[in-house]
């Protein structure tokens, strides 16, 4: 395999490793009392009621028609008060182990073959000193890709993901329109206000 051949399966496995995982990605409940099928207590929530009010705490409890959230404004929501529940899914260390782990493995491999190439070519022992450089940079390569895919993995808190929206709730903010009467000693009229 050439040095060129060994460049692009780098570059295939790379990209192959790097893709994100869909498959964990799914729609919402259209039904609140499916809610327990994806939630359980404990775990971190924003849920939003029907005016757009957000609270955001931990599930304490969790019924077929109500939600009750502990923290800072907690209370009690009736699945008909509720337009959107969303929660922060995790990300495991393992996976950014292990595709730090394989980078780092490729990067050693790339440079072990780099050290090979500007190897005299007509050194009976070439073969053996190929074999070692590959061999002393790609076990470093990858127990140092390992520790830097931990790391940034524990950087990323994670995904927020939708697990409930209200038929017909839009997602993200309403449009909203107010009109209030303003009357004052010198004028009267009325203040328009539109909000998104």
Known sequence: MGLNNSAAVVVVVAAALGLPALASAQDPVASFTQVGDRLKP???????????REVKGEIGALEPGAIAVRGRGGRTFSG???????VR??????NG???GMAIGALAGLGAGIAACAAYPGDDPLRGDACLMAIGLLWMPGMGAGALVGVGIDALIPGTQLVVY??????????????VAPVITPRAKGAAVAFSF
């Open 165 to 178: 929206r209200a038929p017909g709730a839009r997602d993200g903010a309403s449009a909203r329109l107010s």
């Open 89 to 94: 899914r995790g990300d495991s260390l393992a």
């Open 80 to 86: 008909s008060d509720v337009r959107q529940v969303t």
């Open 97 to 99: 182990a292990t595709i």
């Open 42 to 52: 404990g775990d971190a929530v924003w849920v939003t009621d029907a005016q757009g």
